[in-house]
């Protein structure tokens, strides 16, 4: 398909647009798990250009039904509106140089978010139809221990349904086709403590979870072809005092793969170094399971392969350069790991994601626009 007139016309002539709008939703806190007030904008921005049907739903997603009534054929488009930074009760920062846009979240997903939106506007605008079903979601819940809990509710609510899932989250020069799946851990300990010269000899938590965590490091890396698989230790937190024998330590425990047999020998591995650390102290060790991310399972492979292809094609002819596939832990680990074909499209260039001066390439914007309307037109039989 190529851009009809009509449609690069208003991809230009919107640019300032796009450039408020991307401010005004930068500002907007939404870390996971808090992300109402990016929804009810989302939602609001949305009746106000004409959409109709649009609701929140309980994962705080922002959902727009296409022509879904009836169909089991939808095609999701999603893009989400968390981000990892704690701020909710002031404005985000937001500012610009001639080259570089700066915000936290900027890039990683409010500018894929505003992409998504403005071309939402341009098909509400011309009263297009699509072929088939077309779910646009701001989905809510892809950091961290946001644990994907939106794009959970998509795949819920219109179970049976859907047949491919789009995810537009990061850079146009890489698609993630491959899902990265996780199972991350809070582990805690618990002994009896005492002073530190009184009850020298006693049990110190903060010492036993420095041993565990010893012992998680030792990890042989299982390997799968060319699977790639990690681990990490996060926060570590405990003690009372310099003279404190620990009553309590705990840690923040997770590993990583894009191979579900590699991804379950390091469960069992996990499983075995908290089992054999309970067996040699006295200490109380519990495990609380904080988020899993699965694999792709099951999925049409030849189904999986004409989406990248469409996809891969597009960015590399309106950005000029090479996207390569790519392993990630995006929303397209949901529908994957339930054997729906899904991919990670980028739409953007820039760099920082996770950082405060996260920022995006403006010269980018244009291009992501492009892409992102090409993806989604395609589905609409009018000529646009």
């Not at 398909?1 to 806190?29: A, N, W």
């Not at 701020?87 to 985000?92: E, G």
């Not at 030792?218 to 698989?229: A, G, L, R, V």
């Not at 996260?358 to 492009?370: C, R």
Request: some cysteine.
């Amino acid at each position: 398909m190529e851009l009809h007139d009509k449609i690069l016309q208003y991809l230009q002539d919107s640019y300032e647009e796009t450039r408020q709008l991307l401010e005004d939703i930068c500002k907007i806190p939404a870390p996971s798990n808090h992300e109402e007030r990016r929804a009810a904008f989302c939602k609001n921005w949305l009746e106000q250009n004409g959409a109709k049907g649009v609701y929140i739903d309980n994962a705080c997603n922002v959902v727009y039904p296409v022509n879904c009534a009836g169909r089991e054929d939808i095609v999701v488009f999603m893009a989400h509106t968390d981000t990892v930074f704690p701020d909710m009760d002031t404005p985000m920062p937001y500012w610009w140089d001639e080259k570089r846009i700066y915000s936290p979240g900027v890039g990683d997903d409010t500018v894929c978010l505003v992409m998504m939106l403005m071309v939402i506007k341009y098909s509400i605008q011309n009263g297009l139809t699509p072929d088939c079903g077309i779910l646009f979601v701001a989905n809510a819940g892809e950091e961290g221990l946001g644990n994907l809990k939106g794009v959970k509710q998509i795949m819920s609510d219109y179970q049976g349904r859907i047949s491919h899932v789009y995810t537009f989250d990061g850079q146009y020069d890489a698609l993630v086709c491959k899902c990265v799946g996780s199972h991350r851990y809070k582990i805690s300990i618990e002994t009896e403590g005492g002073h530190s010269f009184a009850d020298f000899g006693k049990e110190n938590a903060i010492s036993v979870a420095a041993e565990l965590i010893h012992n998680l490091n030792q990890c042989q890396i299982p390997q799968e072809q060319d699977s790639k698989t990690t681990y990490n230790i996060g926060v570590i937190e405990g003690g009372t005092s310099v003279n404190t024998i620990a009553q309590a330590a705990s840690f923040l425990y997770e590993y990583r793969s894009d191979s579900n047999v590699c991804l379950e020998k390091m469960k069992q591995f996990f499983e075995t170094q908290i089992e054999d650390m309970r067996c040699i102290c006295n200490a109380k060790i519990s495990v609380e399971t904080i988020g899993v991310r699965p694999c792709g399972q099951d999925v049409d492979e030849a189904l999986l392969e004409n989406m990248a292809q469409r996809v891969i094609a597009i960015c590399q002819k309106h950005s000029g350069i090479p996207c390569k596939r790519t392993s990630g832990s995006t929303d397209a680990n949901i529908p994957m790991s339930m054997g729906i074909p899904a991919v990670c499209v980028g739409v953007y260039q820039g760099g920082g994601p996770h950082t405060r001066e996260e920022y995006v390439e403006i010269a980018s914007i244009p291009v992501g626009l492009k892409i992102t309307a090409e993806l989604i037109l395609g589905y609409f039989h009018q000529d646009i």
